[in-house]
Every structure is written in structure tokens, then in C-alpha cells.
């Protein structure tokens, strides 16, 4: 549900009867030009534009921050743990479900839907009444002086949650398209199932698991709406990049707050063309992602 | 639990640890919003969710995310046409742009467009000189989910797009129709769905947005307070049944969001098909 992929620029000429007159062409393109400079350039310039605002000397200070980097280095941890088990999850629910036919199979492609349905704000809340103070296993993490909630193991938690759909919605659809005759063929041939998936499977969506993957890493890296539910916004502590972003801009502390915001833009950027750039080798390769 | 055999190896084990996978991490999760929804008293949870600030909240909520809905099918339209349709200097680059809205955090989308929108900000400072104020009031909720809604429906009617035939355009065009006639009569038809699908994906990712508003709405209660906003506010106090309840009212209204579009979809297929 969150993404939905386009092959984009299939350059097919269009016919005469099929387009309009050159002016109101012109006219459409143009409204559509300063919509578009006016949500998407205008903010992208606005970050880079503040962040620079004091100097080069300043950008790099503010990155240097001890607090920053530690922010910095949980967004890494919390990505890299969520990144892996999502995808273990994703290969295993893409496999069962467009290799087999089972009964209950809707109900789970709908369920793994759910956190794309959960406001953030709501995904990082149930963590809280999970393991919060007063949550399920409060008393019993207390009594074995253990702290999720306020900690980092909630905001590695919040975070798997929100990006638990990516990379299964990106298989799933992918698995279905190609069917299982290759599989089928390989196993009939003598080859065992690890192989099989090996040599088999895991090349033909080999790009569609990335493209997951980079969707399910940006996310990971930018989620801000949960993990600050569960964080507690302990300074150096408990707080991930967009965290920092936060309390910086809180603190009027604009020039830093929009340098770590353009660190967190290069990544949305990177992201972007990396995904162009898988779209366009699915094409090549005719395994339309 | 298999309609059919297959020779495939791993249906167990791949079933088994989906669902282990996501019960644990999703629904035990969200279960607990019901089990303790269902510790309170009926009365208080109903005091809770239709308290005035409360109330105020959901009508700011589905307000500000029906009206940049709204904006957004007609712009994201016009965008997602020119993309397919019309060739020009830059088209790869802002095809590859729309998703910037997946793709940058939202609380870097709320800080950057609020500095835009303030009364010195790029835009603000012209704004400002017709009277119209966009930072700290709803106008600037709207624009948030604007930006955070966009992807949804360009994306959403561009495939759709790209699949149109043109052959029924052309016919049209050979028996007279002129080139109003074949966009209401022949492409309109085909494209109702997209739009509406659009329309309901962009509406319910934006009723639960909170990065992006949290810094352009200003929180006043009652005022600019969205109710993803109203409970953190009462998470904050540790008032955790209240935070539940308006949770839980948030959550059966996207899950029936959730229903529709899924059942939208099925009936665009089924059309198409």
C-alpha cells in the first residue's frame, strides 16, 4: 500500500487525436511545474539553504557534537537490527504465500498490512502498554532490572513495527508474477530445496529485495513519530537522528537542526536514486519490480 | 491448511515463522490497545473520546487530511498526466522526485516546511502581506499533509495511466469526438478508480501523520492540536487509558479505511479485467 512502483518514461509516441493542442500542453505542464517547485524543491532548497546558513565551520561543528554522533550511531544500530529480521520475515511470507496455495492466505496478506494502517504516533504507544511502567511486563522488567521502554530495545522495536511491511510487499507481488515452474524444475533435476532458492529464486528477485531494502532503510533511519513515543528523548542517550533534529529545532538551534536534517535529506536523496536506478535494471532485465 | 500439494520444500517452516513473526512484533502489540480499552468502564471511555478537545481534534484531523486530499487528487492528477503524457527537459528527474515524500523523514519535511511558511519565511513573507498566516494554524496542517499525501495519488493514477490503450482514444477520435468529449467520456472512466484509490491512500496515511505537523501546526488545543497530538499529549502525562481510547477510535477508523481501499482495488481489477 505504501508504494506503488511505475516503470516510468515507456516513451511510447502518442498520436496526434491522443494529445492536446501545444498551448494548454504548455499551460498543464507548467501548473504541475510550480506545484511541485513549491512542495518539493522549495523544501529540499529551504534544508540545505539553513544548514549552510553559518558557515561551513558551523555545519561541521554541529555534526561533530558528541550527542549528534551518538544519535547518529543509534539511527545506524536501530536500522541494522530491524533491516536483517524484516527481511528474514519478508523472504519467509513472500515464499509461503506465492509459492503455496492456502487457506487464510488473504487474511494474512491484509494483516501485514496493519502497521501501513497504525499512525506512528500509535504504533510507538503500544510498545509503552507493552513494556511501559505500568504496561503487561512492567513489573516483571522491573524486577529483572531490565528498561525497554525509554531504552534503546523500544526504539529498535518501534522501528521494526513501522517498517515490518516493506520488503514483504515488495516480494510478495514480485514471487507471485514469476510462479514456481523454475523452482519446480530445479527440484524435479535433483537440486535441494536451499539450493534451489539459491540458484533459483534468489536471482530472480534479487532486485526486487533491494529495492525493499532501501525503501525499508529509509524508513528505519527517518521514523520519528514512534521511536519518539518510546525514546524518552534522554540527550546521547536515547535519541536517533531525526530525534536530534527535533530538540535542536526546539532549542532554536536552527543552523545545527538543518544540518543534521540535510545529512538525513542526503539519505532520502541517495534513496531515490538508487530506486530509480533499480526500476530502470528491472526494466533492462524485463523482471518488472 | 493446503488447498493444493506442491513439491516446493518449506511451507511449514516459511508459514510458521511469518506468522510467529508477526504475531509477536504486530498483533500482540496492537492487541494490547483493545485489552486495555476493555479494562475501562464504558462511561469513562466515552467521556474520554467524546470530549470537547477531543472532538475538536478529530474534525481538525479529518478536516486538514480531506481537504489536502482533495488538493492533492487534483494536483497529483495534473502531475501524474503530465508525467505520462507529455515529454519535457526534467521529466526523469521530478518522476524520480515524487517519492521524495516516502523518502525524507518526516520531521525534516516539518521543520523545512516550516520555515518556509513563517511570517519570514521564502513564501511566508508574501503570504503575510494578503493576511494569510500559514505556520501555527490549520492552513499549515494542510500543507504538511499536502507534501505528505502527493506520492500516493501520483503514483496511484500514473500506472494506471501508462496502462491506458490508446486505441479507444484514436477510435473515438475517427467517429468525431473532440478532444474534451474523449477525456470525460473515454479516459475519465478508466481512470475513476486510480483516483479514488488515490484519494483513500493519501487520506489515510495523512490522518495519522505526526512528523511533519507537530512542528508547522503549533499544538494549541482545541485550536491546532491533531489527534495523533492529542495522544502524545496524554501519553506525556502518563494518562495512558486516555491515550488508549482515542487510539483506538483512530485505529477502527483506518482500519476501515484499510477495508475500503482494499475492496476499491478488487472492484478497479475486476473493471479493468
Known sequence: ?289 | MLKRRSILPGFGISLGYSVLYLSLLVLLPLSMLFLKTATMEWPQFWAIVSSERALASYRLTFGTAFVASLINVFFGFLVAWALVRYRFPGRNMIDALIDLPFALPTAVAGIALTTLFTETGWVGQYLIKYGIKVAFTPLGIVIALIFIGLPFVVRTVQSVLEELDGEYEEAAASLGANRIQIFMKVIMPNLWPAVITGFALAFARTIGEYGSVVFISGNMPMKTEIAPLLIMARLEQFDYAGATAIAVVMLLISFALLFMINLLQWWSSRRLA
Not at chain 1, 56 to 65: L, M, N, S, V
Open chain 1, 1 to 289: 500500500m505504501e508504494n506503488s512502483i511505475n516503470t516510468g518514461g515507456s516513451g511510447k509516441r502518442l498520436s496526434r487525436s491522443q494529445t492536446e493542442p501545444f498551448a494548454i500542453r504548455w499551460l498543464l505542464i507548467s501548473v504541475a511545474f510550480v506545484f511541485l517547485a513549491l512542495f518539493l524543491f522549495l523544501p529540499l532548497c529551504a534544508i540545505f539553504a539553513q544548514a549552510f546558513e553559518k558557515g561551513f565551520g558551523t555545519y561541521i561543528e554541529a555534526i561533530k557534537d558528541p550527542d549528534t554522533l551518538q544519535s547518529i550511531k543509534l539511527t545506524l544500530i536501530a536500522a541494522c537490527v530491524s533491516l536483517p529480521l524484516n527481511l528474514l520475515f519478508g523472504i519467509s511470507a513472500s515464499w509461503a504465500i506465492a509459492k503455496f496455495d492456502f487457506y487464510g492466505k488473504s487474511m494474512l496478506l491484509a494483516l501485514i498490512d496493519l502497521p501501513f494502517a497504525v499512525s506512528p504516533v500509535v504504533a510507538g504507544m503500544v510498545f509503552v502498554l507493552l513494556f511501559g511502567i505500568n504496561g503487561m511486563f512492567g513489573e516483571w522488567l522491573q524486577a529483572h532490572d531490565l528498561k525497554v521502554i525509554f531504552a534503546v530495545p523500544g526504539i529498535i522495536l518501534a522501528t521494526m513495527f513501522v517498517t515490518f511491511p516493506f520488503i514483504a510487499r515488495e516480494l510478495i507481488p514480485l514471487m507471485q508474477g514469476q510462479g514456481s515452474e523454475e523452482e519446480e524444475a530445479a527440484l524435479v533435476l535433483g537440486a535441494g530445496g536451499i539450493k534451489t532458492f539459491f540458484k533459483i529464486t534468489l536471482p530472480n528477485i534479487k532486485w526486487g529485495l533491494l529495492y525493499g531494502m532501501i525503501l525499508c532503510n529509509a524508513r528505519a533511519m527517518g521514523e520519528f513519530g514512534a521511536v519518539s513515543v518510546v525514546s524518552g528523548h534522554i540527550r546521547g542517550e536515547t535519541n536517533t537522528l531525526p530525534l536530534q533534529v527535533e530538540i535542536l529545532y526546539n532549542e532554536y538551534n536552527f543552523a545545527a537542526a538543518f544540518a543534521l536534517a540535510s545529512l538525513l535529506t542526503l539519505l532520502a536523496l541517495v534513496t531515490l536514486c538508487i530506486k530509480k536506478a533499480l526500476e530502470w535494471k528491472a526494466s533492462l532485465n524485463s523482471h518488472p519490480l
